[in-house]
């Protein structure tokens, strides 16, 4: 249901989003999580209830900026191109080629999070990179307007 919500509102302002959540998603919220505080169940379904009222000041802290998103699938998604090539990458043959494979598929995801085509931003920093000379770094980031320019 707050995921609903969520969605339902994700075009609002940010200030408008922000009384919305609080108008309807905090009464249900401290619902639940009294409801959770008056149980007394054990084994799994104790174990589920406990957990739920660890992360009560998590969730709703959601609450407090209507810019923080109630779910981590954005950041599942970003990291599991890094999850599936696990395995593969125990096998490197030095540090300093793993960390080489980190840092550009740090600089891909944060690309593409940017809406940057991975392809043509790679191409940018290879051509621009090696001319640089009294650019700041700054202006190569993915969030740069004249990558964003000439990277989409």
């Not at 919500?5 to 959540?21: A, C, M, N």
């Not at 990458?89 to 494979?101: K, P, T």
């Not at 051509?127 to 990558?147: C, F, G, I, M």
Request: glycine share 6%; proline share 3%; with cysteine.
């Amino acid at each position: 249901m707050l995921l609903a919500l969520d969605k339902s509102l994700k075009d609002l302002s940010v200030i408008v989003r922000y009384e919305k959540r609080l108008e309807i998603a905090k009464p249900k919220l401290e619902e639940f999580f009294e409801w959770c505080g008056s149980l007394t169940e054990h084994g799994k379904l104790g174990t589920a209830i406990t957990y739920a009222l660890n992360q009560k000041d998590s969730t709703m802290n959601f609450l407090s900026d209507s810019r923080l998103l109630l779910s981590n699938n954005i950041a599942e998604h970003g990291i599991k191109s890094l999850v599936v090539g696990r395995k593969n990458w125990l096998f490197f043959q030095s540090f300093d080629g793993a960390h080489a494979v980190a840092s550009i598929l740090g600089l891909l995801e944060t690309a593409k999070i940017n809406g940057l085509h991975s392809r043509k931003y790679l191409d940018y920093l290879l051509t621009h990179l090696p001319n640089r000379q009294n650019t700041p770094l700054e202006a190569y980031l993915s969030w740069s307007p004249k990558v964003q320019l000439e990277s989409r």
